[in-house]
T-cell receptor
Framework: DVKVTQSSRYLVKRTGEKVFLECVQDMDHENMFWYRQDPGLGLRLIYFSYDVKMKEKGDIPEGYSVSREKKERFSLILESASTNQTSMYLC???????????FGDGTRLSIL | QQQVKQSPQSLIVQKGGISIINCAYENTAFDYFPWYQQFPGKGPALLIAIRPDVSEKKEGRFTISFNKSAKQFSLHIMDSQPGDSATYFC??????????FGAGTRLTVKP
């Protein structure tokens, strides 16, 4: 079974801090994704990566960056956290783009 | 831009009833249409998926109906159970497009 592990379930940070969210998958998947989930808005894609060191912007990349130095690990970085980045963040992976994505259990991030 | 529109936003069904959630898409290049189920505190998990070469796919109590000409697809949950209470997301993707998700439907099945 594919396992996608997000390093923190809950995180509280302060405005202006640099925040790192980590995600690891164990199935040698090519693609990894970061989503933000807000009530009534569904899942919105922040960034995805189709290979090591490769990344593509999603719908809402502003204020975020990503890093993929190893195939199994995909990090989301909030350069200078703001209160409007308080949200649930979900990481996912898939073998190819047009196949099921496997999700982690999310990180609920609060920015105070 | 919301490429996949999902309705209703919330749904309350009695135990044993049929739950129906509808989705519509815009991009005719989409050729993979999954449904995800999400319980509180968990990430979404794939429930059932369909490709446009068939009009219906059934897995147990869950059925996807697909209408290519109307660019619509729906999830039917037969004999709904309280354990089905969750948030359901439809999605669509293609080889050249990342997956687009609907806004979600919160289903409550009353005992």
């Amino acid at each position: 079974d594919v396992k996608v592990t997000q390093s923190s379930r809950y995180l509280v940070k302060r405005t202006g801090e640099k925040v790192f969210l980590e995600c690891v998958q164990d199935m040698d998947h090519e693609n990894m994704f970061w989503y933000r989930q807000d009530p009534g808005l569904g899942l919105r894609l922040i960034y995805f990566s189709y290979d090591v060191k490769m990344k593509e912007k999603g719908d809402i990349p502003e204020g975020y960056s990503v890093s993929r130095e190893k195939k199994e690990r995909f990090s989301l970085i909030l350069e200078s956290a703001s209160t409007n980045q308080t949200s649930m963040y979900l990481c996912a992976s898939s073998l190819v783009l047009n196949q099921p994505q496997h999700f982690g259990d999310g990180t609920r991030l609060s920015i105070l | 831009q919301q490429q996949v529109k999902q309705s209703p936003q919330s749904l309350i069904v009695q135990k044993g009833g049929i739950s129906i959630i509808n989705c519509a898409y815009e991009n005719t290049a989409f050729d993979y249409f999954p449904w995800y189920q999400q319980f509180p505190g968990k990430g979404p998990a794939l429930l059932i998926a369909i490709r446009p070469d068939v009009s219906e796919k059934k897995e147990g109590r869950f059925t996807i109906s697909f209408n290519k000409s109307a660019k619509q697809f729906s999830l039917h949950i037969m004999d709904s159970q309280p354990g089905d209470s969750a948030t359901y997301f439809c999605a669509a993707s293609s080889n050249n497009n990342d997956m687009r998700f609907g806004a979600g439907t919160r289903l409550t099945v009353k005992p």
